[in-house]
């Protein structure tokens, strides 16, 4: 998220924002995101579950 204060913000007024082309760029970036994230998650597995023990420690 770019700040107010960056030379590189360019403000658009709402009557001038199309949501069309705007939530079809979040969608790109999110699929695209999302593309790498697999392929990095194929090519190093890492847990992400970390199991649950009632009442007892786990083995060190």
């Known amino acids: 998220m770019k700040s107010i204060l960056d030379p ?7 009557a ?3 949501l069309r082309k705007t939530f079809a760029r979040i969608r ?3 699929r695209r995101q999302s593309q790498s994230t697999s ?11 970390t199991p649950i023990f009632r009442g007892q420690r786990p083995a060190a």
Do not use: G, I, L, Q
């Open 8 to 14: 590189t913000f360019r403000y658009t007024s709402s």
């Open 16 to 18: 001038n924002t199309d």
């Open 28 to 30: 790109r970036e999110t």
């Open 39 to 49: 392929v990095r998650d194929e090519a190093d597995p890492v847990k992400k579950v």
